[in-house]
């Protein structure tokens, strides 16, 4: 079994080649729920849905966020009444949260519907939400808190982050089956995600980072930074601002105690001594997941190493 700690659009392109390598059974995926927002009296699942969309190849390839082929009727009439349109949700992607909405409402606990979704989108893997309870990310800039789909899309991450907040985390327990999925892993890869807003809130859920700097798994961390710089999004100048090093080495502080194997780019071979100096072995190949090829080779390389 393959346990593969996942935010959302990083996470999203390894396991479309993890999938390629090993049986998508053998793969349960720890979603973050962090991310989740209630727009239009809905609960959106952010990261959940993205996972599902690209492993259900149905991401759209023009904005690498949403479904593709998607209209925006629904949002258009509610900015009639309204309703603000900085969040873009498609009318198909409101389906999802519709149903999602529809099912919470009625008790299903959120691990049960995400189970659901799974199953409607034909996916073999299973996809587990970190915690049924709500956990909301905050981030801290210079002038308060900021909901964090607020930071992301209202204010497109033009904010100084000084710091971060898991809210209603102390309280949260793992939902069924996460800590299982930890423990009875061969392997535990965190994906190349942003350490502190998408792999950080999975590790916050009480319980969870314990599992996992004891689990008997491998546990294998990728770098989302590659040469010092993002592919996609703010966890460069999240991570630089927090005061840590932005580069595969301060990933691999971060993640400290809680790999064995820490993954980097090619084009970063010279940091490999000072991660391997931090207690983990480092494996040193092309990370840029630029094609089907690509993630499917970034995938095998990792499981050959295991
Ligand atoms: P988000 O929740 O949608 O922001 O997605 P994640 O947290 O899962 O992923 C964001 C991170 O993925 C960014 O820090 C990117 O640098 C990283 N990322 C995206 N594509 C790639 C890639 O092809 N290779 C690597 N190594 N990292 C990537």
Not at 41 to 48: A, I, R, Y
Request: with cysteine.
């Amino acid at each position: 079994m393959f346990t593969v700690l996942a935010g959302g659009v990083g996470a999203s392109r390894f396991l479309q080649g993890l999938v390629q390598v090993v049986d998508p059974s053998e793969i349960t995926v720890i979603s973050n729920s962090g991310d989740d927002v209630e727009m239009f009296g809905l609960h959106v699942s952010p990261d959940t849905d993205i996972v599902i969309y690209a492993l259900a190849g149905a991401v759209n390839p023009e904005t690498g966020w949403g479904l593709t082929a998607d209209s925006f009727a629904v949002v258009d009439q509610l900015e009639r009444f309204g309703y603000a349109r900085w969040f873009n949700l498609g009318d198909k992607d409101l389906a999802m949260a519709i149903h999602r909405t529809r099912l919470l409402h009625e008790g299903i606990p959120m691990h049960e519907v995400v189970a659901g979704l799974v199953r409607a989108w034909g996916l073999g893997c299973t996809i587990i939400p970190m915690s049924n309870d709500p956990i909301r990310t905050r981030i801290i800039g210079p002038d308060g808190e900021i909901p964090f789909q607020d930071y992301m899309v209202k204010l497109r991450t033009d904010v100084e982050v000084r710091g971060v907040e898991f809210a209603g985390a102390e309280k949260a327990a793992p939902a069924p089956g996460v800590l299982a999925a930890l423990r009875d892993a061969k392997a535990v890869i965190l994906a190349p995600s942003n350490p502190i807003v998408s792999i950080g809130p999975i590790l916050a859920v009480p319980g969870l980072r314990d599992a996992l700097a004891h689990s008997r798994a491998t546990r294998v961390a990728i770098s989302p930074i590659i040469a010092g710089e993002v592919v996609k999004g703010p966890a460069a100048k999240m991570l630089q601002t927090l005061g840590h090093e932005v580069s595969a080495v301060g990933v691999a502080r971060i993640y400290q105690g809680l790999v064995d194997l820490m993954v980097i780019d090619e084009r970063d071979a010279a940091l490999a001594p000072a991660v391997e100096a931090l207690g983990m072995s480092c494996l040193v190949t092309d990370t840029i997941m630029s094609s089907d090829e690509k993630k499917a080779a970034l995938a095998r390389t990792i499981v050959a190493a295991l």
